[in-house]
């Protein structure tokens, strides 16, 4: 009997790439615009950091930036973007330069069109998958090989795998700053997501003393994007629900 227990997922991140399906919104010419569609690439960074540096980079807020749903960060993913922003090649081209880098990069590969609402959840149809799969038996491989060729596409629900709990790399915790929050113990919270690759935002100290600053644990959690704090509480829900 063969085996595919050395079979190997995952070692790069250009070993997964996904590209999602999406049931476009209307696309208008008619003036005055409010959206501009772009379709994004990234590697090495979440949707939620790639939401905040669009609302960064363009002076936004979170409810001005939206994505069909969440990406890997250990792949190279292709995704739609709504931005309540008039996007011109200028500032594709200014936003490319400021967040290039050879480990992990985030790039407008280009703008789709614009119009007048943002893309929903709803309109996502599904997601392409291109997968490698490393140090497969020659015979597995061959057969496989065989079988897709006659059978070029598949389909099937994607659920969520482990990314749900933490990042690569880091410590899988998601759930314990879920816990924390729902526990309304915001310093746990804090100290859990400091754990973590999760990028954090900028905030400010209260002044106790001259020596000291004391950080207001739950401030923090109000500068985060909201959709990215529900997510931890999901993933809190999902770990004892499964």
């Not at 590209?19 to 209307?26: A, C, D, G, R, W």
């Not at 929903?120 to 799969?133: A, E």
């Not at 100290?205 to 909201?226: L, Q, S």
Request: with cysteine; hydrophobic share 35%; aromatic share 14%.
């Amino acid at each position: 009997m063969m085996h595919l227990k050395h079979y190997k997922l995952k070692c790069v991140n250009e070993d997964f790439r996904v590209t999602e399906v999406s049931l476009m919104p209307s696309l208008t010419s008619k003036k005055p615009h409010q959206f501009t569609y772009i379709w994004v690439q990234k590697s090495g960074f979440t949707t939620f950091d790639i939401l905040e540096q669009l609302k960064g980079f363009f002076n936004l807020s979170f409810e001005d930036v939206v994505s069909h749903g969440l990406k890997d960060e250990d792949a190279i993913i292709e995704q739609l973007i709504s931005v309540k922003k008039i996007i011109k090649d200028k500032n594709v081209t200014a936003f490319n330069k400021k967040y290039r880098s050879r480990e992990k990069f985030c790039h407008i590969k280009h703008i789709v069109g614009y119009g007048n609402e943002a893309i929903m959840k709803r309109m996502l149809h599904g997601n392409s998958f291109r997968i490698v799969v490393r140090d497969l038996d020659d015979t597995i491989a061959e057969n496989f090989l065989s079988h897709i060729s006659n059978q070029r596409h598949y389909y099937f629900i994607n659920y969520y795998d482990n990314q749900r709990f933490g990042m690569p790399g880091g410590p899988y915790n998601t759930h314990l700053i879920g816990k924390a929050i729902v526990k309304n113990n915001w310093k746990k919270a804090y100290q859990h997501i400091k754990n973590s690759d999760n990028i954090l935002p900028n905030f400010a100290t209260k002044k106790k003393t001259k020596k000291k600053n004391i950080i207001d644990f739950k401030e923090i959690f109000r500068f985060m994007n909201p959709k990215k704090v529900s997510f931890f509480v999901s993933s809190y829900n999902s770990f004892f629900v499964e």
